[in-house]
């Protein structure tokens, strides 16, 4: 069967798409975790916000990481006006180890959004001496060797900011369907090396989940107060590090931390509407992307089934994308690669819902509204 214009287009992008992925994997950045322990003075920043159910493990698998360092490591907790026990659990575990401060979170200010405004808090009150700021998000169990491995990556190859991307954990359908396509983006499309030492903020990709960030490139680049307004402050937070002179890139940090992100279908959902209108830029950016990631991924495999070769080809070189990227980052293969049009036509779907909610002025993350960031300034 004769392929069209589309499908030979989208083979197109799914072959280029591919072989950026072997790039990468080639140069990727991963934590050495047989490296010198760091003996720098490291401020671990912990924002947390009704986290009753995973703050402990985080903050234990941070402490015994914590042990592995050989420089002093303070681990700064700030409580964001939880509702549930956080806050007491955090208080148990300060009160069995020095190394944890509690504080309270100040009341929002007109022009932050809650992150943002946390990460701020919690840098101003860590230790002028620390020359390393780690900041961790309370859903997220680091491994031993994490704090050590972290620090000599940025130092070792001389970067400002380095986030080591967690395993992401996906045990319920949506979470195996849309999870992956995390590490899987940035490696399909991010000419990684380029990326580290470029200034545009287009080559940036960055995770708060686990980011690690030189102090005083931090404070050039004017902290989390130079991003109060961004829904996506890491990303955020990357580029006014760039913007400032400095280097930053994500790294491969799967074998250092593990995360689960949401719990299920609606947490997923509400999680993505939150941040997803922002993430390209404009709607006709989303547009853009939404239809580029149909005609590469989608287009092709749907040609397959009418019998199309050319279709076939990009079909499995999306699925080889895929598996290569879950390989390396400790994902699942087998069938989930397989299911790849179908995880990129759930993505295109909740870019839709999150604008849609975005218009009807519906946007919420953890009780707070999500304001937009041109009426936050």
């Not at 102090?215 to 829904?231: K, L, T």
């Not at 790294?251 to 939150?274: E, H, I």
């Amino acid at each position: 069967m004769s392929s069209g214009p589309a499908v030979r287009a989208g083979t197109a992008l799914s072959l280029g798409s591919l072989a950026l992925v072997l790039r990468n994997l080639r140069t990727l950045r991963v934590p050495d975790e047989e490296g010198t322990p760091t003996r720098e003075h490291v401020a671990v920043l912990l924002p947390v916000r009704d986290e009753a159910d995973v703050v402990v493990a985080c903050l234990r698998s941070l402490l015994r990481s914590a042990d592995r360092c050989e420089g002093p490591v303070d681990v700064l907790v700030l409580d964001d006006g939880s509702t549930d026990a956080t806050a007491d659990l955090v208080r148990s575990v300060a009160a069995a180890d020095p190394r944890v401060t509690l504080l309270t979170g100040a009341p929002l200010p007109q022009g932050w959004l809650g992150k943002p405004w946390a990460c701020h808090q919690l840098a101003e009150a860590a230790p002028v001496q620390a020359s390393v700021l780690v900041l961790v998000d309370a859903d997220v169990t680091v491994a031993a060797t994490c704090l050590p491995a972290t620090v000599g990556l940025l130092r070792s190859a001389r970067l400002d900011l380095v986030c080591p991307y967690p395993r992401q954990l996906a045990v319920t359908w949506s979470e195996r369907l849309v999870q992956p396509l995390l590490q899987w983006s940035w490696m399909s499309t991010l000419p990684l090396r380029l990326a580290e030492r470029s200034p545009r903020p287009s080559l940036g990709a960055a995770n708060g989940q686990l980011l690690c960030v030189d102090a005083a490139a931090y404070r050039r680049a004017g902290g989390h107060a130079a991003v109060r307004h961004e829904v996506l402050e890491d990303i955020a937070l990357l580029r006014a590090v760039k913007a400032s002179g400095g280097r930053g890139v994500v790294a491969d940090g799967s074998s250092v931390a593990t995360c689960r992100m949401y719990d299920g279908w609606p947490a997923l959902r509400d999680g993505y509407a939150k941040s997803l209108w922002s993430a390209f830029g404009s709607g006709p950016g989303a547009a853009v992307v939404a239809g580029g990631l149909a005609l590469a991924y989608v287009v092709p495999p749907a040609a397959a089934l009418r019998g199309s070769r050319t279709g076939l080809l990009g079909y499995l070189a999306a699925v080889a994308g895929r598996a290569l990227v879950a390989r390396r980052t400790r994902g699942r293969t087998t069938p989930d690669v397989w299911l790849h049009p179908l995880s990129v036509l759930l993505l295109d779907g909740l870019l839709i819902d999150s604008f849609r909610r975005r218009a009807r002025g519906d946007l919420r993350w953890k009780g707070r509204p999500v304001t937009e960031p041109r009426s936050a300034r």
